[in-house]
């Protein structure tokens, strides 16, 4: 896809995956329009919006001012929480409303990103012969086919992440919007700045090859590599060194 004279949507682009995407984006020329609670680090053809993306309505709108910059042909879904709690544990019973939250904050922010950007992509004119108007990109998990304990809510969440991305695919085909999902394993984010040397060790002993946590700027390689590959729809695609998780 020719990213000339085009906008994007980033969620979750003050930080880690979102904001490596984000800057990616704008550093092939994309007008990007970042999504997050608050407004990230200024780079450089980044404009940032609060939005929570678990208001339906709050998206439409903001991605309907992200459209008017240029025509809007991507949106990658960063924004997620990974809350961790057992379904039975010692303090009692998993809290239905983390659950709850955590669904409503990986799965329906998703998908009322990608309901809101694929409206405006529609529309728009095709790009070329084929009839595409653009690409989402969602972020699952590797949690998604190998959650861990403590993990039922974001596991079930991303799961639900990857099997969306399929059926948008297929939604949205007659539209000329693909949709794709990168499930990356462990990554150096800020979420994992707080865990000591000894944990990150022992998380990257798992990773086969490279035997490392995984760069945000690598998981913004492989959304540019999907944008820019036509034929890549309906893919949920590992990003995860060959890891397999454990149970715990």
Not at 41 to 56: K, M, P, Q
Not at 103 to 129: Q, R
Request: hydrophobic share 45%.
């Amino acid at each position: 896809m020719d990213l000339q004279t085009t906008s994007a949507v980033v969620t979750g682009a003050a930080s880690g995956l979102g904001q490596a995407t984000a800057r990616a984006l704008a550093e092939r020329g994309v007008a990007v329009t970042g999504f997050d609670l608050r407004a990230g680090e200024s780079i450089e053809g980044v404009r940032y919006e609060v939005v929570d993306v678990t208001d339906a309505e709050a998206v439409s709108a903001a991605v309907k001012r992200a459209a008017q910059d240029a025509p809007l042909r991507v949106a990658v879904n960063c924004a997620g929480i990974c809350p961790s709690a057992r379904i039975v544990g010692r303090k009692g019973t998993h809290d239905p409303k983390v659950f709850a939250t955590t669904i409503n904050v990986n799965l329906m922010g998703t998908f009322h990103v990608l309901t809101a950007a694929a409206e405006a992509m529609a529309g728009t004119e095709p790009i070329d012969d084929d009839g595409q108007r653009g690409v989402v990109i969602n972020t699952a998990s590797v949690a998604a086919f190998e959650g861990q304990v403590g993990q039922a809510a974001y596991a079930a969440s991303k799961g639900a992440v990857h099997a969306l991305s399929i059926t948008a695919a297929r939604d949205l085909a007659s539209l000329g919007v693909r949709v794709n999902a990168i499930a990356p394993g462990i990554v150096a984010t800020p979420m994992m700045e707080g865990i000591t040397p000894e944990f990150r060790a022992e998380l990257e002993a798992n990773v086969q090859f490279p035997r490392r946590l995984a760069r945000p700027e690598e998981f913004a390689q492989l959304a540019l590599s999907i944008i820019d590959n036509d034929y890549i729809n309906g893919q949920t695609i590992r990003l995860d060194g060959a890891l397999r998780m454990p149970p715990r």
